[in-house]
């Protein structure tokens, strides 16, 4: 459901009536860029700032600037941009803090990055120590600096200011604000060639052009001392670039201009580099007992494997791998260095001239190997290289000065299963949940051998005895004193992570729990409440039951002769007229081919009053559950009612209320009558397990209508964006499956994000919520006819 703004009315309270003004005016844009925490994270930094006594703007411009802060960077950096406004407002003025706040959304955009943006505030307080008044200036040039200066930039361009101009303070004030020739000279001298932020759109598009999938990207400083960037790297599927590149020019200022590789195409090549290890790196290699030559060997064979088998795909990238390798140097190399160089280049070139006896025996060897695909190709071929290596008469391998020189090629760091991160293990224990183990055991088994008679859900092992154990000086059983009501085995389901674009294997768990039963009464004062309604719905139902065998007529075949047509067909051949050959009747029994899944969500917020009654919507899900069930009783199409909510991943609660094989008697209206809302919305995982049980209708047309007060959410989840984007595709793999998902959302700001769940045609948003037990039956009616 969406989220008011008076639920935080204590936090609102806190702030100045200009302020709240501006709040309630940007609520709906900061309700739907943060999350619930962020939005309760939002509000205290508001009140924080307010509380410091610096004037309203600062509040004002705090409120306005951090959504789209947010939605450029995410909400955790909120924390840390309120701490350290509060740190530096003994150091500056509130009118600077401001500044602070408003520009920070421009650095977000910029950066693209989160934890560039943190080394962005250290830079700020770097100035707030050195230059405090340069400070007011180089914000307001802010856009212009960081449209040419990496975040290194930017630090030593800032330093060289503050160093220069320590005394004069009217010469810090031309500086940065670019009024001063050291200013656009340093400027110059710092500039890069392509920022990552301006071209990391078009590298996305590139990428899924090429490889057809999506791969997620993230910019990193360089040393702060120099201009070189970092290494590209891989680190939990996620791709980190450097945020800047000059173009290459491999024989230096003197490079011919059809040398020189632009900035735009380094990236394409680092980019592909890195997305084939993702792509054909399946297996992590082992470290142990490999000495600092052997490692550095294997990972040259593994990335000459993997370029290798994107060459095979993508034949032109062997031109742009090779335009990026160091100029070939055949005279006698004096480091290790220089071998694996060469052999790098050697191993990418189609028809190598290196003289080198070592460097031919390695491609000789890497290209008779039967299988690339072979997950320890590289570590066997490194192995078998690394012996003749030691051999030769050379200084002893450096990793630091010995390594690839190729600008494009990552530090490999995630072909390797490390001891202290092993991948393997990490992926494991995340994205695959532990089987528990149940054993049904006899009594004396139990009694003797039990190791913990109060182990939780979440031991490893459960016995369970096949029948229940009475006590006799009692004379009832132990679970009924002691015992919690009893699970199902539990159900994994794969969870759609749009960042990375894959499904997290056996992510969320669904685990099937009785419903409690209520009281009848309950059911029968809704039938009675809501009799208008019984009534209009009896016409309807009788138009809908089928009437048994229906004659089609007009038929070139069938299975009666249609005594009108034949007559009209004799009275055509009396007169010489070509006869109507249709005068068969065909019968066709009329009967529905239809399932139905009614899935209710049950979270917390179904048990908010309707505003202005004083009955919840759980009230109103319930009786247009009642109501749509009575219907479906007289129709006779076979329908399910279940139900759900979540408490986080591990454990999404899901309740059976009636089965397609069940009737729909006493049992069930019991059930209906004692249902209770809690916890959260995981709807993905519950749309799955749904799904499961509609696949084993043997029906033509299955239809799942889900009930629900809002969007997709849990405990667990920060990013607003992951459960919708999960639930999209559960919609979507459910329509696969010949299962149609309908929403009827009791939402009234549900238009913002349920189209873009269900799809445009396939959801109902009723916006005045007490109308649901009338809208309900009625909208199952005008879908099933």
């Known amino acids: 459901m969406a989220i008011h703004l008076e639920e935080f009315q204590e936090l609102v309270d806190e702030l100045p009536s200009g302020a709240q003004d501006v709040l309630r005016a940007s609520w709906n844009e900061a309700a739907r860029a943060f999350s619930s925490r962020g939005l309760d994270n939002f509000l205290k930094g508001a009140a924080a700032l307010h509380q410091l006594g610096r004037g309203e703007e600062l509040v004002i411009t705090y409120l306005q600037s951090m959504p789209e802060l947010a939605r450029a960077i995410g909400e955790d950096v909120l924390p840390d941009l309120v701490n350290f406004l509060l740190a530096m407002a003994s150091k500056t003025s509130g009118q600077v803090l401001a500044l602070i706040a408003a ?180 297996e992590p290699l082992s470290m142990q007992a490999l000495s600092p030559l052997q490692i550095g060997l294997i990972e040259v064979i593994e990335d000459a494997r993997v370029e290798a088998l994107a060459i095979a795909q993508f034949p032109n990238m062997r031109e742009a791998w090779l335009a990026l390798q160091p100029p070939a140097d055949y005279s006698e190399p004096k480091t290790v260095g220089d071998l694996l160089n060469r052999l790098a280049r050697a191993l990418l070139e189609e028809h190598s001239a290196d003289p080198h006896p070592w460097v031919q025996q390695g491609v000789a060897h890497f290209r008779a190997q039967p299988d690339l695909l072979d997950a320890k190709f590289s570590w066997n071929v490194g192995i078998d290289l690394s012996h003749p290596l030691v051999a030769l008469d050379l200084p002893e391998y450096n990793r630091r000065t010995d390594g690839l020189r190729a600008l494009y090629r990552d530090d490999n760091r995630a072909i390797w299963e490390l001891e202290e991160y092993d991948e393997a293990q990490a992926l494991q224990a995340t994205w695959e949940t532990q089987q528990q183990v149940r054993r049904k055991v006899s009594v004396m088994e139990m009694v003797n051998e039990v190791d913990n008679e109060f182990a939780g859900d979440d031991a490893q092992e459960v016995w369970i005895l096949p029948t229940e154990f009475y006590l006799d000086q009692e004379g ?97 051949v009396r007169m010489g007229v070509q006869p109507d050959p249709r005068i068969m009747v065909r019968l066709k029994r009329a009967q529905r081919d239809l399932a139905v899944m009614v899935l209710l969500d049950m979270s917390e917020s179904s048990n908010d009053k309707v505003r202005g009654h004083d009955y919840s919507v759980l009230d109103l899900t319930r009786a247009a559950t009642v109501l749509l069930a009575e219907a479906l009783q007289r129709i006779g199409d076979p329908f399910a009612i279940h139900g759900f909510c979540s408490d986080g991943r591990h454990d999404v609660h899901y309740y059976r209320f009636k089965d397609f094989d069940q009737p729909y008697g006493d049992l069930a209206r019991a059930r209906l009558a004692g249902m209770k809302g809690s916890y959260s919305t995981r709807m993905g995982a519950a749309l799955r397990h749904a799904g499961h049980y509609l696949e084993q209708q043997p029906k033509r047309k299955k239809i799942c209508f889900v009930v629900t007060d809002g969007e997709p959410a849990d405990n667990d989840v920060r990013d607003p964006q992951y459960l919708r984007h999960d639930t999209k595709r559960a919609v979507e793999q459910l329509l696969q499956q010949g299962v149609t998902v309908y929403a009827l959302s009791l939402d009234p700001h549900a238009d913002l994000y349920v189209s873009r769940i269900f799809g445009v045609k396939n959801f109902t948003v009723i916006d005045k919520v007490e109308r649901l037990p009338e809208k309900l039956p009625m909208l199952y009616m005008s879908l099933t006819r």
Not at 238 to 246: E, G, L, S
Not at 553 to 558: S, T
């Open 476 to 572: 009832v059983t132990i679970n009924s004193l002691e015992g919690r009501p009893p699970i199902s085995e539990p159900f994994h389901y794969p969870e759609w992570d749009y960042q990375i674009q894959l499904d997290r294997p056996s992510w969320a768990t669904v685990l099937e729990r009785h419903p409690p039963v209520g009281d009848l009464a309950v059911i029968d004062a809704i039938l009675a409440e809501h009799k208008p309604v019984v009534s209009r719905l009896k016409f309807l139902i009788e138009s809908m039951i089928p009437q048994g065998l229906q004659r089609i007529r007009r038929q070139e075949d069938g299975d009666d002769i249609d005594i009108d047509a034949a007559v009209r067909a004799m009275t055509d």
């Open 103 to 282: 520009t920070a959304p421009l650095a977000g955009q910029r950066l693209g990055d989160e934890e560039l943006f943190r080394q962005f505030l250290s830079v700020l307080s770097l100035m707030l120590a050195q230059a405090p008044r340069g400070l007011r200036p180089m914000l307001e040039n802010l856009e212009r600096l960081l449209s040419q200066l990496t975040l290194g930039g930017l630090r030593r361009w800032a330093q060289w200011g503050a160093q220069a101009y320590k005394a004069d303070f009217d010469g810090q004030v031309a500086y940065f604000s670019l009024q001063s020739p050291d200013a656009l000279s340093m400027l110059q001298q710092e500039r890069k060639g392509t920022l990552f932020v301006d071209v990391q759109r078009r590298l996305n598009i590139y990428l899924r052009a090429m490889w057809g999938r999506d791969f997620f990207m993230r910019p990193t400083a360089g040393d702060y001392e120099n201009r070189e960037g970092l290494k590209p790297f891989i680190e939990r599927y996620v791709i980190h670039i450097a945020d800047a590149y000059d173009d290459f020019r491999p024989l230096g200022p003197d490079t011919p201009s059809e040398q020189i590789v632009s900035a735009l195409d380094v990236y394409r090549a680092a980019a592909n580099h890195c997305a084939a290890h993702l792509v054909f790196t399946t």
